[in-house]
């Protein structure tokens, strides 16, 4: 992998870090969780409000994107959507804490796209939160392992298609 993959995926995490403060009342499970932990010292803590999102909306970007570059301009699709981001992370007893984060998912209102496993060490899920429109206006990734625990919500109209096409995008650079 090189350094333009690493950019466009942090970049993209950035993007979807700031998500999740405008999740739908059924979602309040998550909202409550992330609450809860939010003055823990065990957590690692981010949380990219809405305001900021409003703020890339209105910046001129200008020459600072390539809009000649198919994953500039997707990234910029996604980030024109965002809304907020939350990221709650902690090394201290992980497994524990994503047993209780992952209890507190309704699977009715949350759901499962995939599931990622590597034997029992790590296990990383996403949850998307549609509502009756069909609009994705939450996407949840969920992650556990012997050494961390992350929980990060992305809020906001998530166009799954401009994600996949991104996903495209970098694994051919």
Do not use: C, H
Not at 30 to 37: A, P
Not at 66 to 91: M, W, Y
């Amino acid at each position: 992998m090189n350094l333009v993959f690493f950019k466009r995926f942090g970049l993209l995490i950035l993007l979807f870090t700031g998500l999740a403060l405008q999740a739908q009342t059924s979602a309040n499970a998550i909202d409550r969780y992330f609450q809860q932990y939010l003055e823990d010292d065990r957590f690692s803590v981010v949380y990219i409000s809405p305001r900021v999102f409003q703020l890339f909306d209105k910046m001129d970007l200008g020459d600072n994107v390539d809009t000649g570059d198919v994953s500039d301009r997707l990234i910029n699709d996604l980030a024109e959507d965002l809304r907020g981001l939350r990221i709650l992370s902690t090394e201290e007893n992980p497994r524990a804490f994503y047993s209780e984060a992952k209890s507190r998912i309704n699977t009715d209102v949350y759901e499962l796209l995939m599931t990622v496993r590597q034997g029992n060490q790590t296990n990383v899920e996403f949850l998307i939160y549609e509502d009756e429109a069909g609009t994705i206006s939450e996407l949840l990734l969920l992650a556990g392992s012997e050494d961390t625990f992350t929980l990060i919500s992305f809020v906001g109209n998530i166009d799954l298609n401009t994600i996949n096409d991104l996903a495209r995008e970098i694994e051919q650079d």
